[in-house]
């Protein structure tokens, strides 16, 4: 595709359900991340994949987090048993990679709400 | 990880040039600096990248002394549009931590 796409733009879960948000990155790009933004907040970083594998994970902030990219393009994130405080916009982007220091692309976002 | 310090919020006028520090006392040698832009319901969007000295594309110029322990992104002739959120990382493209930023303020 043209961008990073991101799926559903906006999802409203009640307290306790689990929701899983789509990324599907630029065709070929290795690289693929994921960021928690709150209200007036910088993105957090969450993960960080190169193709399949996950790298780093340490933003990850609670064993709720799940994230996978299985075949190294489209990558989900699963939140199990929401918490108001999860509300947020989740971010992901993509780069080439393969080597250090290449622009990194964003999605527009998925903003969830736990009521 | 090189923490990242900037201002967290100026103002300017149309027309004017911005320039925006960030300081990063302690950059790594095999660090990069790397600007991004945000406006409000959108992701983030890269700027401008560079290592050492002076960088510049058709939007922005990245300046960095030698010491490489901070980094002054410059904005030439700032429109209204240009009212956003700039952000400064420090690291390697696998090491993307934002900040809180800058919040840019353009006015008529």
């Known amino acids: 595709g043209a961008g990073v796409s991101q799926s559903p733009r906006y999802k409203v879960a009640k307290r306790g359900q689990d929701v899983a948000l789509r990324c599907d990155p630029i065709s070929g790009h290795v690289s693929l991340f994921w960021y928690q933004q709150a209200l007036g907040q910088g993105p957090e970083f969450l993960t960080y994949f190169q193709n399949e594998a996950q790298l780093d994970k340490s933003g990850l902030p609670s064993d709720r987090f799940f994230a996978e990219r299985p075949e190294g393009s489209v990558s989900t994130l699963k939140i199990q048993r929401t918490q108001q405080e999860d509300s947020a916009v989740y971010l992901c982007a993509s780069s080439q990679g393969g080597e250090a220091n290449t622009e990194a692309f964003f999605g527009q976002g998925t903003r969830l709400t736990v009521v | 990880l090189a923490k990242t310090t900037q201002p967290i919020s100026m103002d300017s006028y149309e027309g004017q040039e911005v320039n925006i520090t960030c300081s990063h006392n302690n950059i790594a040698t095999n660090d990069y600096i790397t600007w991004y832009q945000q406006f409000p319901s959108q992701g983030p969007r890269f700027i401008i990248q560079?290592?050492?000295t002076k960088v510049t594309n058709e939007v922005a110029s990245l300046f960095i002394p030698a010491d490489r322990k901070s980094s002054t992104l410059s904005l030439p002739r700032v429109s209204l549009s240009d009212t956003a959120v700039y952000y400064c990382l420090v690291g390697e493209l696998w090491d993307m931590r934002f900040g809180a930023g800058t919040r840019l303020t353009v006015k008529p």
């Open positions: 560079g290592y050492k």
